[in-house]
């Protein structure tokens, strides 16, 4: 059954941080692209980073760039999310997304190209 997990979200502080994780089973995560996207209430789901499956090369939104650093451990067929300083605006649902090699040609991935979905997980970050 192929899935993606995410976990580690919860109610942090502003100026905190957090690791989310995306973890993969039923396929290798090493042949995907994958994408962090959030969802807050009343908004579009927006990408915030995305890594390459062959360099690990990476991309991030403007907003969380230096905050926010997308790392991956094939070896775990996990994808990481580290989170910090963060503000009360990165509230949101965070979801993990893979895309397989062959679903793009240009990184990163447009939205439609992505293959599987996680579920999601919740940051709330208040005081």
């Known amino acids: 059954q192929v899935q993606l997990v995410e976990s580690g979200g919860g109610l942090v502080q502003p100026g905190g941080s957090l690791r989310l994780s995306c973890a993969a089973s039923g396929f290798s995560l090493d042949r995907y692209a994958i994408g962090w996207f959030r969802q807050a209430p009343g908004k579009e789901r927006e990408e915030v980073s995305c890594?390459?499956?062959?360099?690990?090369?990476?991309s991030y939104k403007d907003s969380v760039k230096g905050r926010f650093t997308i790392s991956r451990d094939n070896a775990k067929n996990t994808v990481y999310l580290q989170i910090s300083s963060l503000k009360p605006e990165d509230t949101a649902i965070y979801y993990c997304?893979?895309?397989?090699?062959?679903?793009?040609?240009?990184?990163?991935?447009?939205?439609?190209?992505?293959?599987?979905w996680g579920q999601g997980t919740q940051v709330t970050v208040s005081s």
């Open positions: 890594i390459n499956h062959k360099d690990s090369s990476t």
């Open positions: 997304a893979a895309a397989e090699r062959n679903s793009f040609r240009f990184f990163p991935p447009k939205l439609v190209q992505y293959d599987y």
